[in-house]
């Protein structure tokens, strides 16, 4: 079992920038492959970005790619987001999710655990 818990979302102008964290409980974090999520109002939920379980395999979404860096701490369980240049269609809630298949997260944006998200709201 594992346990997600994002922190870092708040309100940001256009431009600027946020981290986000996702701290994972479990001692098998290092075998995860970590994704981020998002979804905004009356809208489906979108992958942005994953990151794969040995550090340096990333990918992301189009939308974000550029401007956005995930990347992870195994020794801290914790996964992070940075987004710079942020702007008003980035508003959303951020929710991060964990599993043991690439695939699962990047090509059908799933996951086996979930965290609860984070609000990040970009104004104009």
């Known amino acids: 079992q594992v346990q997600l818990v994002e922190s870092g979302g708040g309100l940001v102008q256009a431009g600027g920038s946020l981290r986000l964290s996702c701290a994972a409980s479990?001692?098998?974090?290092?075998?995860?492959?970590m994704g981020w999520f998002r979804q905004a109002p009356g809208k489906e939920r979108e992958f942005v970005a994953a990151?794969?379980?040995?550090?340096?395999?990333?990918y992301y979404a189009d939308s974000v790619k550029g401007r956005f860096t995930i990347s992870r701490d195994n020794a801290k369980n914790t996964v992070y987001l940075r987004m710079n240049g942020l702007k008003p269609e980035d508003t959303a809630v951020y929710y991060c999710?964990?599993?043991?298949?690439?695939?699962?997260?990047?090509?059908?944006?799933?996951?086996?655990?979930w965290g609860q998200g984070t609000q990040v709201t970009v104004s104009s």
């Open positions: 479990g001692r098998t974090f290092n075998t995860y492959t």
């Open positions: 990151i794969g379980w040995s550090v340096g395999s990333t």
């Open positions: 999710a964990a599993d043991h298949a690439y695939r699962t997260i990047v090509v059908n944006w799933g996951g086996e655990y």
